[in-house]
């Protein structure tokens, strides 16, 4: 009888729960979060459309395959095509929870720095300084890699904690997934899946399947999918730094630097805070 009411309990919990993001491809960026896009100048922010082609985000259909997406686009002379999810009051990130993250999609190539995923605080100059908790990049052999930042200083000590060959480019599909703990006395944790496999953190952070004893929420933290750095160096190609007092963006950024035109197409993101299995579907585990 006991173990009957506890069953019954528990699908009853797993049939109220309810995803914080649940993003399938097609839908308007909206639902999965804010749109931020932003020039070759850091904070030169630009309003989703008024670049035209150079850098976007909307929802059409991957050109590869026809499925739904949310396509982010950024030409070479641009910083960032992301969106910011739980950014809003209602579904913020709170202390002493733990997240499950799932991220389908594709890049259209890869380049050193790119960075495409980041576990991001907002309030990053607020003690104890921690800009980038977590931050998702290729290092120069173009493997994928997760550096954590430990708070304090400058709040930009960021130190590898995994790296690993993850195939990318036309027609091949990721799923990440990411499972995070946001205790912030010293005992928060990762634990990190690609294409459902989980992974082993480098051996100078212990080396298991699990991160641990890191602060992942010393503020205000969201998670953004998309497109960061890697942009060409100001000057660099045509030396137009793209960040035009009058609102006019003109085709001419691609002009060089083809090798850092991006594409991703957003399948999926599903984000929970109740069980990994809300969130299996984008994550693949």
């Given at each position: 009888?006991?173990?009957?009411?506890v069953l019954?309990?528990?699908?009853?919990?797993?049939?109220?729960?309810?995803?914080?993001?649940?993003?399938?491809g097609?839908?308007?960026?909206?639902v999965?979060?804010?749109?931020?896009?932003?020039g070759q100048?850091?904070?030169?922010?630009?309003t989703?459309?008024?670049?035209?082609?150079s850098?976007?985000v909307?929802?059409?259909?991957d050109?590869?395959?026809g499925?739904?997406?949310?396509h982010?686009?950024r030409?070479?002379?641009?910083?960032?095509?992301e969106?910011?999810?739980?950014?809003?009051?209602?579904?913020?990130?709170?202390?002493?929870?733990?997240?499950?993250?799932?991220y389908?999609?594709?890049?259209?190539?890869?380049?050193?720095?790119?960075?495409?995923?980041?576990?991001?605080k907002?309030d990053?100059?607020?003690?104890?300084?921690q800009?980038?908790?977590?931050?998702?990049?290729?290092?120069?052999?173009n493997?994928l890699?997760?550096?954590?930042?430990?708070?304090?200083?400058?709040?930009?000590?960021?130190?590898?904690?995994w790296?690993?060959?993850?195939?990318?480019?036309?027609?091949?599909?990721?799923k990440?997934?990411?499972?995070?703990?946001?205790?912030?006395?010293g005992n928060?944790?990762l634990e990190?899946?690609?294409?459902?496999?989980q992974?082993r953190?480098?051996s100078?952070?212990?080396?298991?399947?699990r991160?641990?004893?890191?602060?992942?929420?010393?503020?205000?933290?969201?998670?953004k999918f998309?497109?960061?750095r890697?942009?060409?160096?100001?000057g660099?190609?045509?030396?137009?730094?793209?960040?035009?007092s009058?609102?006019?963006?003109?085709?001419?950024?691609?002009?060089?630097?083809s090798?850092?035109?991006?594409?991703?197409?957003?399948?999926?993101v599903?984000?929970?805070?109740?069980s990994?299995?809300?969130?299996?579907?984008?994550?693949?585990?």
């Open positions: 009888m006991k173990y009957s009411l019954i309990m528990s699908t009853a919990l797993l049939a109220t729960s309810k995803l914080i993001v649940d993003y399938s097609g839908q308007d960026p909206s999965l979060g804010n749109v931020e896009l932003e100048e850091l904070d030169c922010h630009i989703n459309g008024q670049a035209g082609n850098v976007f909307k929802a059409e259909n050109s590869s395959n499925r739904p997406s949310l982010l686009k030409d070479p002379h641009f910083r960032r095509a969106v910011k999810a739980m950014a809003n009051s209602s579904n913020k990130p709170q202390v002493n929870k733990t997240y499950y993250i799932g389908n999609f594709r890049l259209s190539a890869v380049h050193e720095s790119l960075v495409i995923f980041q576990w991001k907002g990053k100059v607020a003690a104890p300084a800009n980038i908790p977590l931050y998702v990049h290729f290092d120069n052999s493997q890699t997760i550096e954590y930042t430990i708070p304090g200083g400058s709040g930009s000590n960021r130190e590898i904690v790296t690993g060959p993850v195939a990318f480019g036309t027609g091949t599909e990721n990440l997934g990411f499972i995070i703990n946001t205790n912030n006395d928060g944790w990190f899946y690609v294409n459902g496999a992974q953190f480098n100078n952070w212990g080396g298991g399947t991160l641990s004893n890191v602060f992942l929420f010393t503020g205000d933290t969201s998670p998309g497109i960061y890697a942009e060409l160096a100001a660099s190609g045509d030396g137009t730094k793209y960040c035009p009058n609102g006019v963006f003109t085709g001419a950024q691609a002009a060089s630097g090798d850092r035109i991006f594409n991703s197409w957003i399948y999926r599903q984000i929970s805070d109740t990994k299995a809300e969130a299996a579907a984008a994550a693949g585990w």
